[in-house]
């Protein structure tokens, strides 16, 4: 099984500033099955990024994905106030399961 | 717009089972899989299976294999999960979430669960 290490665990910076997330995997992932999840308390996650790179419908362009093989990242390039949360890496494997990353959480500073 | 509706908040005595409902509502299931994924108070997403509903063919985390149920009734597009054997490690949030090829583009609200004596 395929596991996800998200890094670092707690960012904290401010609004303006630039967030970058990352994720590895033990084993390399298909660009194609990474995806990226912003969770807020008390909400369901929300997809933001699928296929590594490509933005979900809605998603504002300053959310962006990046990477291949077992190192991927997501970088914000401005945080907005709404963007401070808990963001999670997943991957779908070869045995039609899925998993994610402990998660990261973007915090204001 | 399709909406996934799931049942309210349950409370278990441990050993117990709790089967939670996901409805499809202003649509249907059609070609996509729907997911079970929880998340324990201040803890990260775990997914523990998927059913895709058209075949009626389910698998599972290996961490919830023998416990865990996923079942979906076509003719409402209802998908069901049931864990037995509850203990208080259970206690969690669980959430349906419909994957369209490799991630999850709708999640429902999610379902609280209380495994307690």
């Known amino acids: 099984e395929i596991v996800l290490t998200q890094s670092p665990g707690t960012l904290s910076l401010s609004p303006g500033e630039r967030a970058t997330l990352s994720c590895r995997a033990s084993?390399?992932?298909?660009?194609?099955?990474l995806a990226w999840y912003q969770q807020k308390p008390g909400q369901a996650p929300r997809l933001l990024i699928y296929?590594?790179?490509s933005r979900a419908t809605g998603i504002p362009d300053r959310f962006s994905g990046s990477g291949s093989g077992t190192d991927f990242t997501l970088t914000i390039s401005r945080l907005e106030p709404e963007d401070f949360a808990v963001y999670y890496c997943?991957?779908?494997?070869?045995?039609?399961?899925?998993?994610f990353g402990q998660g990261t959480k973007v915090e204001i500073k | 717009q399709v909406q996934l509706v799931q049942s309210g908040a349950e409370v278990k005595k441990p050993g117990s089972s709790v089967k939670v409902s996901c409805k499809a509502s202003g649509g249907t299931f059609s070609s996509y899989t729907i997911s079970w994924v929880r998340q324990a108070p201040g803890q990260g997403l775990e997914w523990m299976g998927r059913?895709?509903?058209?075949?009626?063919?389910?698998n599972y985390a290996q961490k919830f294999q023998g416990r865990v149920t996923i079942t979906a009734d076509k003719s409402t597009s209802t998908a069901y999960m049931e864990l037995s054997s509850l203990r208080s490690e259970d206690t969690a949030v669980y959430y349906c979430?419909?994957?369209?090829?490799?991630?999850?583009?709708?999640w429902g609200r999610g379902t609280l669960v209380t495994v307690s004596s």
């Open positions: 059913i895709i509903p058209i075949l009626g063919i389910a």
């Open positions: 997943q991957q779908y494997g070869s045995s039609r399961t899925w998993t």
């Open positions: 296929g590594a790179s």
């Open positions: 979430a419909r994957a369209i090829s490799a991630y999850f583009d709708l």
């Open positions: 084993q390399s992932v298909s660009s194609s099955y």
